[in-house]
Each structure stands twice: as C-alpha cells, then as structure tokens.
C-alpha cells in the first residue's frame, strides 16, 4: 500500500515486507534489470556506527537513468537538486520496513516541468513498489 504524506510533503510511502538491506537489494536489483544506473548506496545506520552511534537500519539509494534525466536538466536545471531519483529505507522502532521517494508530481511542480515530462520520473514507481512487495 503507498500513500502520499502530506499535502505539502512532496513524498510516498511504501510499507514493505523485506528487512531494509533486502528491500535496498531487491530495488537495486530490480533497477539494473532495467538498464537504471545505480549511483550510490547510503547506509546511515553503518554510518552512525563508525562514529560510535546507533540508529535503527537506514539506507538510500541513489539511481537514474541519463536518457530520462537529461530532458528534465536541460528543461530546468534545478531539478538537479531532486535527480539522480532517490528511494529511502528504513526499520522504525516497531520494526516495520518503509520506502520513500519523490512524488513525481511534486517534482514537476516544484520546478515547473511541464507534464509531458512526467513519464521520465515516474517510469519507477512499479519497480519501487516491486521491490517491497507491494
């Protein structure tokens, strides 16, 4: 199930089923399935831990894809402050699992991409949602 926080928020929500390094995995997996570059892999949580902290598990990933991303650089150059397209995982205290990303519409809005160009973000929403057993 996803859900869009907030009206201002900007964000979707994705409960998932897997732990937060197996939900990581399987949307990057599930990415270079389809020729999505991976860019990086942010684990916070192994962060925190080599500065002597703790934190429940929490990773970002970071991935795009040139051929979709370019249009929208070259349509406005401040949506490279939202690309490469980002998904956040992390554990709550409870132990549920939570993925979030980009509301590809909020996107659009904030830095006034017409619609025509929706398609170039928002092509991965069925891969994320995938990748959480949604």
Not at 3 to 18: E, K
Not at 19 to 24: A, G, L, Q, R
Not at 31 to 43: S, T, Y
Request: aromatic share 6%; charged share 15%; hydrophobic share 45%.
């Amino acid at each position: 199930m996803s859900s869009t926080v907030g009206a201002d928020a900007g964000f979707v929500r994705i409960a998932s089923r897997y732990s937060v390094p197996e939900t990581v995995t399987r949307l990057e997996a599930l990415l270079k399935e389809h020729g999505i570059v991976i860019f990086a892999r942010i684990d916070f949580c192994a962060d925190a831990a080599r500065a002597g902290l703790t934190m429940q598990p929490e990773q970002l990933l970071l991935f795009g894809n040139p051929k979709a991303g370019t249009p929208l650089l070259q349509s406005e150059p401040t949506v490279g402050l939202d690309l490469p397209l980002k998904a956040l995982v992390w554990q709550d205290a409870d132990g549920g699992v939570t993925l979030a990303y980009n509301d590809p519409q909020y996107v659009l809005q904030r830095h006034g991409l017409p619609q025509t160009l929706r398609a170039n973000i928002a092509g991965v929403i069925g891969l994320l949602q995938r990748a959480a057993g949604a």
